[in-house]
């Protein structure tokens, strides 16, 4: 059997790949990525609410659910794998506010999935457990918002050839989708 080659795309025209990657597609992603979990898309969805801007902008940017563990010394972060995504189920409206890309692991409520699709956006998802082996694609790490919130703050990264699993594509298309065989 041929062995699939990955995709390499780059956040900067993340818009326009989200719509040609298919559900299964492997990718490297290199660019910029915005770290955000629950309790910062809690605050995020509150400022927005509000008609101010977030910490970073949402228009055409990827997100990926994750906070890092301390780094060690020489190190740009520490382990840094993907958190459940179904915690940030609730906040739809990222998609709606422009977020072309998010990053986790796990299956995605129908309300996110017609997000996606609305918006024409991607959802992908990082191989959990492997945190250690994603900290080597990240290529900096800077803290940008809710210090408060410890590892779980906004942090700006800059991925290298990460890989990743498109999970949902812009039509809908969901890997964990049991009823599509």
């Keep these: 059997m041929p062995q699939k080659s ?3 795309i780059n956040t ?3 818009r326009e790949w989200a719509q040609e990657l298919k559900c299964g597609d ?3 992603l290199s660019g910029v990525v915005y770290t955000a979990r629950d309790a910062a898309h809690k605050k995020i969805a509150a400022i927005l609410e509000r008609g101010e801007e977030p910490p970073f902008p949402l228009k055409d940017s990827v997100i990926y ?3 890092p563990t301390p780094a060690k010394e020489g190190r740009v972060c520490g382990s840094f794998g993907p958190t459940t995504s179904g915690r940030m189920d609730c906040y739809p409206q990222m998609f709606d506010f422009g977020l072309a890309g998010a990053i986790g692991k796990g299956d995605r409520s129908k309300e996110i999935i017609d ?3 609305r918006n024409k956006c991607v959802y992908f998802i990082a191989i959990g457990g492997a945190g250690a082996i994603a900290a080597k694609h990240i290529k900096s790490c800077e803290e940008i918002a809710f210090p408060e919130l410890g590892c779980e703050s906004v942090k700006r990264l800059i991925f290298e ?3 990743l699993i498109v999970a949902i594509d812009s039509t809908g298309k969901d890997i964990y989708d049991k009823t599509d065989t």
């Design 26 to 28: 492997e990718v490297l």
């Design 12 to 14: 900067e025209n993340i």
């Design 161 to 163: 050839d990460f890989p």
């Design 115 to 117: 997000a996606i699709v």
């Design 6 to 8: 990955m995709k390499k």
């Design 65 to 67: 659910y994750a906070g």
